[in-house]
């Protein structure tokens, strides 16, 4: 069934379609949202950082017809692929992918044989189960790349790893760019994480934010996930 991946009982793995590192979050209940409200989840195995550049071009290798992030707009030029040679900015390839649309996040994810996030999952997967407010527990400077960072672009992906990581080991759950969900409501799909123009309320574990569909700007990014077919015992 596509967007499940077979793993054995380990708590990280290396997805065999994308050479991306993949870490498994466990079924059970977790605290979700402003409320903190008890929900039940399954499952799955989710990307430890964001879609790098690097690993975009492998998606846009192997389907030359999908367009390259490019904008007109003179904010995006920092981050502008090369629509001749389909490349990505120098120095960029460990960077989150940004100028990618909703369509563009769910175009990848069907390449790489998985999904993108509900935004239960991704909140679980950002939070624990303790209902902590960042990943790493509280507020503390140096954690993630928000505009306190004063850094105001992207940064690579894991720079803040591992202390700024959540309690299953995903690093730029806080920051750096918004992330993509599969969860829509009345306004848009919801995007989670906030930014490195945006301060830390937005970096919190529960705040949600929403984008237009087609919508591909530079705040914005995405990583995948995968459910799980246990088929045996670890060696």
């Known amino acids: 069934m596509v967007g499940e991946g077979i793993v ?22 977790f605290l979700f949202g402003q409320a903190v409200e008890e929900r039940e989840q399954s499952e799955f195995w989710i990307d430890k950082t964001p879609v790098t550049n690097a690993e975009y071009k492998r998606f846009l290798d192997a389907n030359p017809e999908h367009a390259v992030p490019f904008t007109e707009e003179d904010w995006g030029r920092p981050h502008n692929w090369d629509r001749n040679d389909r490349t990505s900015p120098m120095g960029r390839d ?18 790489a044989e998985a999904r993108l996030p509900t935004e239960e999952e991704w909140e679980k997967a950002a939070r624990g189960t303790d209902g902590r407010r960042y990943p790493w527990g509280r507020w503390a400077a140096g954690l993630c790349n928000t505009v306190e960072a004063d850094i105001l672009d992207t940064t690579p992906v894991g720079q803040y790893s591992p202390d700024g990581d ?10 750096n760019v918004w992330e993509w969900t599969s969860t829509k409501d009345d306004v848009g799909w919801i995007v989670r994480g906030g930014s490195f123009i945006n301060d830390r309320f937005y970096a919190r574990c529960a705040f949600r934010e929403w984008g237009l569909e087609d919508s591909g700007v530079r705040l914005y990014g995405f990583r995948v996930v995968k459910s799980c077919i246990v088929i045996g015992e670890a060696p």
């Open 94 to 111: 460990n960077h989150p992918v940004v100028l990618v649309s909703h369509e563009d996040a769910v175009s990848y994810a069907g390449w």
């Open 8 to 29: 054995l009982k380990h708590n990280t793995m290396i997805d065999q379609k994308t050479g991306k590192e993949m870490v498994r979050v466990p079924a059970g209940t």
């Open 166 to 175: 959540s309690p299953y080991g995903c690093a730029d759950m806080g920051g």
